[in-house]
């Protein structure tokens, strides 16, 4: 985890002008009601966050990352908006078990609502991590994941794999299609060179059923 220890000096100075209106539009398709919880998965230095308290004040909100690096930056912004009701730990997402969240936040909670921007191509053993966020969603919740994949390999595809410890190759909507109800899927309006394919955003409900 090293890299993005580093990596969080600089990511949102690089990146966030990039990203901004494709969070705007995962956090509107979160679909967020007062009272939920939500737990953003690899939320990195929390710049999800602001759009979420924008979109809603009323809501207990969970950050979780593996890097310590940029659970600083995370930590910061929270301190600085004083945003008390945003909690982030430290977790390797390949843990995120109901027991393991637990013992990190002394509550037995499910989520009403998962997000996980940009994380899923990172991660090793992805589709073990999907399992695990669907299995700490509630029945009925939704889950919104925003990712990249490479249709056409290049140049800039090989480029921010290498920048981003990333796997463009994974194809994260079809196995969330498979998994959940009521799924949607869109692309989001980000240059291909820019994030080495195509950006996309894909939602899903949990059903009792998977
Ligand atoms: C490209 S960044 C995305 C950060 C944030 N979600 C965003 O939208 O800006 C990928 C994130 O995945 C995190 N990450 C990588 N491997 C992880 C793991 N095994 N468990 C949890 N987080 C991990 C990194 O620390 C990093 O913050």
Redesign the pocket.
């Known amino acids: 985890?090293k890299w993005?220890d580093v990596?969080?000096n600089i990511?949102d100075s690089s990146?966030e002008k990039l990203?901004f209106k494709s969070?705007v539009r995962a956090i509107e398709l979160l679909d967020l009601k007062s009272g939920q919880n939500l737990i953003?998965?690899?939320?990195?230095?929390g710049?999800?966050f602001k759009h979420i308290k924008a979109t809603n004040e009323e809501l207990e909100i969970y950050g979780?990352?593996?890097?310590e690096?940029?659970l600083r930056k995370g930590q910061s912004l929270i301190k600085k908006n004083n945003w008390n009701d945003i909690t982030l730990f430290q977790?390797?997402?390949?843990e995120l078990t109901p027991e393991f969240i637990k013992k990190q936040i002394n509550k037995d909670l499910s989520f009403d609502r998962i997000i996980?921007?940009?994380?899923l191509?990172?991660?090793?053993e992805w589709e073990v991590?999907l399992d695990k966020m669907l299995d700490i969603l509630k029945e009925n919740g939704r889950i919104v994941i925003?990712d990249v994949f490479a249709e056409k390999r290049n140049f800039n595809t090989w480029l921010v794999e290498k920048i981003?410890?990333?796997d463009l190759n994974r194809k994260i909507w079809q196995t969330l299609e498979k998994k959940t109800t009521n799924f949607h899927y869109e692309y989001l309006p980000v240059k291909e060179n820019k994030v080495g394919g195509k950006l996309f955003v894909a939602t899903g409900i949990k059903s009792k059923r998977r």
């Open positions: 985890m993005y990596f969080s990511y990146l990203y969070r953003d998965i690899a939320c990195g230095t710049a999800n979780t990352d593996f890097s690096g940029m977790a390797d997402a390949r996980c921007v940009l994380g191509s990172v991660i090793p991590v925003v981003a410890k990333a």
